[in-house]
């Protein structure tokens, strides 16, 4: 039998321990949320309910007639369909919490897609639309529908039904921008951060008794996300609300496939290797040597291959400018989710060139 160091059995130990408590806050996370999520559906299921069964006996016993029965059927509609957008939104934050939230690789158009969701809301609200076309991005369709949405009902609900919504679609290079722009309720400056957490709800929402469950924004968030995108909110106190999505443009994610390699490394004879076997294949490569020169002139599609001694990988996002989708392969000896593909050392050409030419 080998011999166990002291120092081995109490780095194991730690380890264990620390595994241990790891399991332990992931375990309290998933009770809390399940606590939350109880006391969301049984006020937000409870206040629908009751009304449709009230309204349902009324008409039942004959009690209403003429306009009073048709404002308790659409009533009736109304609060139906709130515990049906519950029940998506419910299902949706579960497959997010399991990560079986997969988002299709299609070819989606944000224009003709803000088109059909302000002509869908248009009977509620006046929606004022603003759209340049080729506003196209790589993903899924229904998602982006769903996210959308969201967005346009937000605005209709936490603002007054006399005040229009400016809904755009524009380009701003590499990016496809998407703002919906309303003129209510606003959200307290100290809550704006928090807002896309889950189950989270503004206080003057909650006071003005305007129904909600504070999961649609932390669903539009994570749906933006998935995309490789940002979103972010203007807001002022009783001025009305901007909701910002940011996507890159389809054509920067399709430039993937025929983008630029940047080799930022440190030891001299690798980058030259691996340069030299890289355009041999027909890439385009461009050594630096640090960080700030890897990213001058950067752009979407460019594929950074880093030595993890020169660069980790967080810092080179929090380097990034905004919505440039760019594919990051780390040379490094301990491999994390960080990165896009992470490669040990000593490096295998082969390994490199499938990770740039087959994403
Ligand atoms: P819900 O509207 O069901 O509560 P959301 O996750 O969509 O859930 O929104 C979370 C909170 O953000 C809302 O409860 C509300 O306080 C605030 N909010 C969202 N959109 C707007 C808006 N357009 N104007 C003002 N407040 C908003």
Known sequence: MTKVSQRELEARLAASVAE?????AAVLHANQLKNDLIAVLAHDIKGPLTSIIGFSELLEEGMLDGDAATDAARTIRTNAQRLATLTNDVLALSRVEHG???????????AALAKKMAALHGSERDIRLDVEPNALV?????????????????????APASEPIDLSVGRDGDRVLLAVRDRGIGIPEGEIAAIFDRFARGSNARRAKIV??????????????????????????????????VLPSLESREAHRTGRVILVTADGALARFAAYELRMRGLRVREAATLSDALDGVRSGDMFVVDERVARATDLRAMLPNGL???????????????????????????LVEALVEP
């Not at 241990?20 to 332990?24: A, I, P, V």
């Not at 996300?225 to 203007?234: A, F, N, P, Y």
């Open 20 to 24: 241990l408590e790891r399991q332990r």
């Open 100 to 110: 079986e939230f997969e988002i299709k690789d299609e070819r989606v158009d944000l």
């Open 138 to 158: 790589r993903g899924d369709a229904e998602r982006l529908e769903a996210a959308l949405d969201n967005l346009l009902r937000n605005a209709i609900k936490y």
């Open 212 to 245: 909600g469950s504070g999961i649609g924004l932390f669903i539009v968030k994570t749906i933006v996300e998935q995309h490789g995108g940002s979103i972010e909110v203007q807001s002022v106190l009783d001025g009305g609300s901007t909701f910002t999505v």
């Open 325 to 351: 989708a760019v594919r990051l392969i780390g040379l490094t000896e301990t491999p994390s989710n960080e990165w896009d593909v992470a490669l040990r050392q000593p490096l295998l050409v082969s390994d």
